[in-house]
């Protein structure tokens, strides 16, 4: 592979590495359910991929109109000898907006889900960290409420690392990052699953660094934009 394929395989995998490893929502829930309803660790491992699943396919359906939008460019024929410039920079101008968006909300406390067990169930709602939330706004989690939040949470930054693969109409680009985020996500969810689940707990604090997702995701395209342009990869 060439530079610049190794440059996009390792910014899809530590965006999807970190999106999936900082969200406690990522796995806490299967950990919490798994213990109180006794379920196996067969049973266990098996929602958390599918589940994982259904979060890379919501990703992908967002990052494929990345694709196709690259793709739509590269018929006309006067941008066809400027694509190469404007892909890199269009890569290096998101990845610097969503570092700024990320920042942003990480200094305005976003949102965030939380998880509450109550006797043998477990509730999810969305608060930030001085509000609070009543309980007729939790909604109890089971295996489909648990799907349907994984589909609805797509990875955003994936979508210019496609959206550049895509102007340069490069399948090989394309099923290198398809294949690195999906299997990435997927492991990583069910590691984080399995050490909870057994005990064991995780190297770093995963509740500070969900908050600065955004500003290192944003950074993570940042710097693959920067080589794009200026370092010729």
């Given amino acids: ?3 610049t394929v190794w440059a996009l395989l390792l910014s899809a995998v530590s965006i999807s590495f970190i999106h999936t ?10 950990i919490v359910i798994s213990k109180s309803k006794k379920w196996s660790g067969m049973k266990t491992a098996i929602l958390t991929v599918v589940c994982g699943f259904g979060h890379v396919f919501s990703s992908l359906i ?8 690259g793709w739509q460019l590269n018929k006309i024929s006067w941008f066809q000898d400027i694509r190469g410039n404007f892909s890199g920079w269009a890569l290096l101008i998101f990845g610097g907006v969503y570092l700024v968006y990320g920042l942003i909300q990480a200094i305005r406390n976003k949102p965030h889900k939380h ?3 109550m006797g043998d169930d477990v509730y999810v709602y969305e608060h930030n960290h001085s509000e609070v939330v009543m309980p007729q706004k939790r909604i ?3 295996p489909l409420v648990l799907f349907m939040i994984f589909v609805m949470g797509p990875s955003e930054p994936l979508i210019p690392l496609l959206f550049y693969s895509g102007v340069k ?3 090989s680009e394309i099923a290198v990052l398809v294949t690195s985020f999906t299997v990435t996500t997927v492991l990583t969810m069910l590691g984080m699953v399995l050490l909870g689940r057994y005990g064991y ?3 770093f604090n995963t509740d500070k660094l969900e908050r600065y997702m955004g500003v290192v995701s944003g950074a993570v395209v940042t710097v693959c934009g920067v080589g794009m342009v200026f370092l010729g990869w």
Avoid: C, E, Q, R
């Fill in 1 to 3: 592979m060439d530079s």
């Fill in 21 to 30: 490893a900082s969200g406690p929502d990522h796995y806490l829930p299967f």
């Fill in 62 to 69: 967002l990052g494929f109109i990345g694709v196709f939008l």
């Fill in 115 to 117: 998880f509450d067990v």
């Fill in 140 to 142: 109890k989690v089971t």
């Fill in 169 to 171: 109409h490069s399948m």
């Fill in 201 to 203: 707990s995780t190297l």
